[in-house]
């Protein structure tokens, strides 16, 4: 019998996926704990594993094609099995969501005039800004690939679409030839505004541009609605041996500087470490894919040396950069933290001549590295333990009180900042918490991070020691209720036992929200952390 399979929820953010890359083909047999599919969310690209046996039937999501979660991805059952009334069905179910909104719709075309309905011409395609993750509101159109007159053909790239998380590439489902392009390079556009339009070369679409892409085709939507099982399963079942003997072999797949390439190719290059644009493509138009990065070698790079900047002395000069769609997410959320918490922050000195001495003789030890923010969290840890009111969050209802201690570790990567989380660190020896933030780190700064590695943290801990900055106040990250900020370790003259010898101290500033942390509870946490740090011995009791 035959199993119907939808599109999952990969995180408990996830209201829509992408299908990066399907790992399967229509007519393959699959077997339990076989990989479908890759699907992208706003966090990361997941394998998707099936937990069922048979031969897949049909795909009802293409490759680069963004759906909302539950929608039917692919049905496996037995080969040769009639799954008609199951691809009916599977589409039936959004229709009826919808249905509502269906008739209110032809209730009022029924009441305009017919000069204000505008009817989609047979075999054109209106195009929409796609949600390519569950935060995204709108979209930057980073490069156009295609132009107006270009013949475009399914499964080619039409533009690289900057979201608040990545810039990712956006294909085409449909063949013809672009008729018109509604948002330019550089602008942005909300979900669901008009992209572009295919359709037959010289079709008139003023109409449909001028109602800003709505458009009723009853027929057409009908005819569509009922080919599109056809056309996704015939794209699944197309001869890979095919696709490659239509390949030509480029050695440029770069565009006003953009570099073309697959997103697995992307994904293995990122894990290696290779630079795209050292790669010479083989697939479409010079596009980098999968195989080219597996049979990349390293060769040794000549450098240009830029020529000198000829700026008359006393000419002011200003340039303005289009913020990224990261930089405003951040912007956006650190500013609803700001100005919403009521916060304050303490400081507090700390002498870590103990704890670089035990640093010293904990990594003495084979196989063994722990750093002194490692001992920083550890204590963060203990010290929550003792004081529960800090491992809060607020509602308007409740204070919420966190039986689990969950420390996130603030990670500055290239597009701004991400959070990683060190689950139930208190259970966690130092070593375990060094091996763990030293994994989270590298997996931010690659861009592997899961969406489950990034959520839940009860508090934060953020350091700028390394950086050379002695104190510093960071803006709660919420729904936490408090966030630690660490300093340089400086050296410099101490008083002990009445004489001044030199020392080594730390500075640790407190940032909470006043509304769940008053300034006493505040201050008796910061005691605690400070006894476990300058005593790390108390931290492996």
Excluded at 71 to 90: P, R
Excluded at 274 to 288: C, Q, T
Aim: aromatic share 4%; proline share 4%.
């Amino acid at each position: 019998m035959a199993t119907i399979i939808n599109m999952p929820r990969l995180s408990d953010t996830m209201e829509e996926g992408v299908v990066a890359k399907w790992l399967k083909s229509v007519g393959d047999k699959i077997e339990e704990g076989d990989i479908l599919a890759e699907i992208e969310t706003d966090k990361a690209t997941m394998e998707f594993e099936s937990f069922h046996e048979g031969t897949l039937l049909y795909i009802g999501i293409q490759e680069g094609e963004t759906s909302p979660v539950d929608v039917l991805l692919a049905v496996i059952g037995e080969e040769g099995e009639d799954i008609s009334a199951i691809i009916n069905g599977g589409e039936a179910e959004p229709a009826k969501e919808k249905a509502t909104t269906e008739e209110v719709k032809e209730e009022a075309s029924t009441e305009t005039t017919a000069s204000d309905s505008v009817t989609i011409p047979e075999g054109v395609q209106v195009i929409t800004m796609p949600r390519l993750s569950d935060t995204m509101t709108d979209g930057t159109i980073a490069t156009w690939l295609k132009k107006v007159g270009d013949e475009v053909s399914e499964g080619d790239m039409l533009a690289e679409i900057e979201t608040d998380k990545a810039t990712m590439e956006f294909e085409c489902f449909y063949e013809g030839t672009i008729l018109y392009i509604g948002v330019q390079e550089g602008e942005t556009a909300p979900v669901d505004s008009l992209l572009t339009i295919i359709g037959p070369a010289g079709t008139d679409v003023s109409a449909i541009v001028a109602n800003g892409g709505a458009a009723s085709a009853p027929t057409e939507e009908k005819t569509a609605t009922t080919k599109a099982p056809e056309k996704a399963e015939a794209a699944a079942t197309k001869p890979a041996d095919k696709v490659e003997e239509t390949k030509t072999v480029s050695t440029s797949n770069t565009s006003n500087g953009r570099i073309f390439a697959s997103p697995l190719a992307k994904k293995i290059a990122s894990d290696k470490g290779i630079n795209l644009a050292d790669v010479s493509g083989s697939g479409e138009n010079g596009r980098i894919i999968k195989k080219d990065i597996e049979n990349y070698t390293p060769a040794a790079k000549v450098e240009a040396t830029p020529a000198a900047a000829n700026v008359a002395a006393g000419v002011e000069n200003s340039e303005e950069v289009k913020n990224s769609q990261m930089r405003k997410a951040i912007a956006k959320s650190l500013g609803n933290s700001k100005f919403s918490a009521p916060d304050f922050s303490l400081n507090i000195e700390v002498d870590m001549d103990n704890a670089m001495a035990s640093r010293k003789i904990i990594n003495a030890i084979p196989d063994t590295k722990v750093s002194f923010n490692d001992m920083v969290v550890k204590a963060c840890a203990m010290a929550l333990k003792k004081h529960p009111q800090v491992n809060t969050s607020w509602s308007e209802a409740n204070t919420i009180y966190h039986s689990h201690i969950h420390v996130g570790v603030a990670v500055a990567v290239d597009d701004g900042l991400l959070v990683p989380v060190i689950k139930h660190t208190d259970g966690l020896s130092l070593t375990q918490i060094g091996a763990g933030v030293r994994d989270l780190a590298g997996k931010a700064r690659n861009k592997k991070l899961t969406p489950a590695e990034m959520q839940g943290s009860t508090f934060t801990v953020s350091n700028l020691g390394m950086f050379g900055i002695g104190s510093f106040n960071s803006i709660i990250n919420q729904p936490n209720s408090a966030i630690l900020s660490v300093g340089a370790i400086v050296q410099k003259p101490v008083v002990k036992d009445g004489q001044i010898v030199v020392g080594n101290t730390m500075n640790l500033t407190l940032t909470s929200d006043h509304r769940t942390v008053d300034g006493a509870v505040g201050a008796q946490f910061l005691q605690t952390l400070k006894t476990f740090i300058e005593n790390p011995v108390t931290m492996l009791a």
